[in-house]
């Protein structure tokens, strides 16, 4: 069974697909620019208590599943 959080009466599990891409969805996310995204991903998730299901860095776009 899934891991639903809430109250007694309204179990929810709420996860939201974001999904970012450069413009012209260039091939910009690469090497230094991709440690710095990954650092300030974790950064924000850390301050907003959210919990990261599944997030992919590629070279085109990031991919990121979080669960609130």
Same mark, same amino acid.
């Not at 959080?5 to 974001?18: E, F, M, R, V």
């Not at 891409?21 to 995204?37: A, V």
């Given at each position: 069974?899934?891991?639903?959080?809430?109250?007694?009466?309204?179990?929810?599990?709420?996860?939201?697909?974001? =999904?970012?891409?450069?413009?012209?969805?260039?091939?910009?996310?690469?090497?230094?620019?991709?440690?710095?995204?990954?650092?300030?991903?974790?950064?924000? =998730?850390?301050?907003?208590?959210?919990?990261?299901?599944?997030?992919?860095?590629?070279?085109?776009?990031?991919?990121?599943?979080?669960? =609130?």
């Amino acid at each position: 069974m899934r891991n639903y959080k809430g109250l007694s009466d309204t179990p929810w599990d709420c996860k939201y697909h974001i =999904v970012f891409i450069p413009k012209k969805r260039r091939k910009m996310i690469l090497g230094s620019i991709r440690k710095h995204l990954g650092e300030v991903f974790l950064d924000l =998730v850390r301050q907003k208590g959210v919990i990261i299901e599944e997030g992919h860095l590629m070279p085109e776009h990031v991919y990121i599943c979080l669960s =609130v």
